[in-house]
């Protein structure tokens, strides 16, 4: 079982930058994939992001690429997704996941532990 408990949203204007974060407790953390999605409201969750167990690789959606990093601190047990040159169209409720998986899975229905979001609202 993981817990996870993501931070480091807000109200921010368009332009600027933000970085979440995504605190995890339970087993091994180590052992899996994390990645990062976003819903926005009367839309579908939408990946953005994942990296390995070992933080060696990533994979981006193509509407991410350029803007957004992925990373993660396996001694503190925390995944993150630094977003620059924010746009209203980013505001959504984001997501961290978790998969006992040594690949980068991209789909949700393949994550198995969610926390229960940080809400990002960019203003324009």
């Known amino acids: 079982q993981v817990q996870l408990v993501e931070s480091g949203g807000g109200l921010v204007q368009a332009g600027d930058s933000l970085k979440l974060s995504c605190a995890a407790s339970?087993?091994?953390?180590?052992?899996?994939?994390m990645g990062w999605f976003r819903q926005a409201p009367g839309k579908e969750r939408e990946f953005l992001a994942v990296?390995?167990?070992?933080?060696?690789?990533?994979n981006y959606a193509e509407s991410a690429k350029g803007r957004v990093a992925i990373s993660r601190d396996n001694a503190k047990n925390t995944v993150y997704l630094q977003m620059n040159s924010l746009k209203p169209e980013d505001t959504a409720l984001y997501y961290c996941?978790?998969?006992?998986?040594?690949?980068?899975?991209?789909?949700?229905?393949?994550?198995?532990?969610w926390g229960q979001g940080t809400q990002v609202t960019v203003s324009s």
């Open positions: 996941a978790a998969v006992l998986s040594r690949g980068l899975p991209r789909s949700s229905w393949e994550y198995h532990y």
């Open positions: 339970g087993q091994t953390f180590d052992s899996y994939a």
């Open positions: 990296i390995n167990w070992s933080g060696v690789f990533r």
